[in-house]
């Protein structure tokens, strides 16, 4: 749970390092199992052939991945599985005969890493404004954030469903036909925890399943236990189409981010492909590299072992109760929350909008806590095996930070 500064002092980690080291850091199955393969085969090429290791580690992602989805793609990180995501839907779609359908669909204030699909499906203004025609053909919804109505909501705000109706408009503005996949966080994470309101993602996933749209959920952060399951798809019991993850994948030992996808876009892309063809042709060096897949398969046990996705659900309404009590704290005007997720944001400072966060995070490291900053909002995502004692540390340690800053 901890880490430590150069001069000797601890850190709590308030955010699994950055939304990744679920098990916790250092674990010595995990440690282990890379050490082990790391002396047995180092690498394999992924093209024409393969290696045992990425098979398992595959069948092991599979175990958990909600019923129907059991084709795993492995890529490096989760931006690679974004832009993965978005060829493959487009792929789809040119296999099943309709190859007009190239525009991909996201939302305002999303975030699917940093390469060049997922930074044009992504919603970040500053992420986007320095290469605004790379990828031609992105729209996007409205974000979700609705502080008026919704402000310390506990768990999903009850207003905001119809956000979803934002997807009807752009399929009359676009029409269905040209429209590949909306790609959307199920919990947007990086720009700062907003959490979906009830009833919004099944909106989002009927208007889809109705236009023929594939429904990508980018799970780089909810994957592998953070809302209590092993992915948000199962918390919220939405099957998407496609489905992107990394980080907690394999605790973060090794690089690594997979795409799950189901048997229609799978067979749709890997049936159509002409006899002795390479049937998607997309892939990386090292993709399913065996260090990275070695620490899947020891993660993957570890999570069921320790039952580290049910521990989370368990300590959910302990952390919720602990996080709002910082209601009525200094310079907070909303507190959010779900499974081990939290975001408290913090009202800007006058002319100086972020500068508060900044100052907040900074405080939290000087005073012994990992916490994130995205602006104003802290982003909080404590690795899954923390205890009762350290949630209290890190809300007190909040508190008192809040309110030495201006
Ligand atoms: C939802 C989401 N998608 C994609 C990414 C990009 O992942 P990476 O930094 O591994 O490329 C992130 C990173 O935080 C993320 O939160």
């Known amino acids: 749970m901890y880490y430590w500064t150069p001069d000797g002092r601890q850190i709590l980690d308030g955010t699994a390092g950055l939304w990744c080291i679920n ?3 250092n674990r010595k199955p995990i440690v282990e199992a890379v050490q082990r393969q790391a002396a047995t085969m180092d690498y394999a090429p992924p093209f024409q052939v393969g290696h045992p290791v990425a098979f398992e580690a595959a069948t092991a992602v599979a175990n958990v991945a909600p019923a129907g989805m059991r084709h795993v793609f492995f ?3 989760g931006s690679e599985a974004a832009d993965t995501a978005i060829k493959m839907a487009l792929a789809y779609h040119r296999a099943r005969g309709e190859p007009s359908r190239r525009i991909v669909i996201g939302r305002e204030r999303g975030y699917h890493g940093v390469n060049i699909g997922g930074t ?3 919603g970040i203004p500053g992420n986007r404004k320095v290469w605004p025609a790379m990828m031609a053909g992105v729209d996007h919804i409205r974000a979700t954030h609705d502080l008026a109505r919704n402000a310390f909501s506990k768990g999903q705000p009850a207003h905001g469903a119809e956000f979803a109706d934002e997807l009807d408009r752009l399929i009359a503005f676009h029409d269905a036909s040209n429209i590949a996949a909306l790609i959307v966080e199920p919990m947007a994470g990086s720009a700062g925890v907003l959490v979906p309101p009830a009833g919004y993602l099944e909106k989002l996933a009927a208007t889809c399943r109705r236009h023929g749209i594939l429904l990508i959920f980018d799970e780089v952060i909810s994957g592998f236990g953070r809302l209590g399951s092993p992915f948000a798809a199962q918390y919220f019991g939405i099957t998407p189409d496609i489905l992107t993850c990394a980080k907690a994948i394999n605790n973060a030992a090794v690089p690594l981010g997979a795409v799950l ?7 749709a892309i890997v049936n159509g492909a002409p006899e002795g063809a390479i049937e998607f042709l997309h892939g990386y060096t090292y993709s399913g590299h ?3 897949c070695a620490a899947v398969l020891a993660t993957q046990k570890l999570y069921a072992e320790e039952r580290l996705f049910e521990r989370a659900r368990e300590i959910a309404p302990y952390w919720e109760q602990a996080l ?10 909303d507190i959010r929350n779900l499974g081990l997720v939290g975001g408290i944001e913090l009202e800007p400072r006058a002319g100086a909008p972020a500068r508060r966060g900044f100052e907040a995070h900074v405080g939290c490291f000087d005073a012994g806590a990992l916490v994130r900053c995205t602006a104003d909002i802290l982003a909080l995502s404590p690795p899954l095996v923390i205890e009762k004692s350290q949630i209290d ?5 909040i508190g008192a930070v809040l309110q ?3």
């Open 23 to 25: 098990a916790g850091h």
């Open 290 to 292: 065996p260090l990275a």
């Open 75 to 77: 890529v490096n990180s």
């Open 393 to 397: 540390q890190l809300v007190e340690t």
């Open 261 to 267: 996808a189901s048997d229609a876009v799978h067979d």
């Open 120 to 122: 044009m499906a992504g």
């Open 404 to 406: 030495s800053i201006d």
């Open 324 to 333: 709002h009590s910082l209601r009525g704290a200094r310079h907070v005007i």
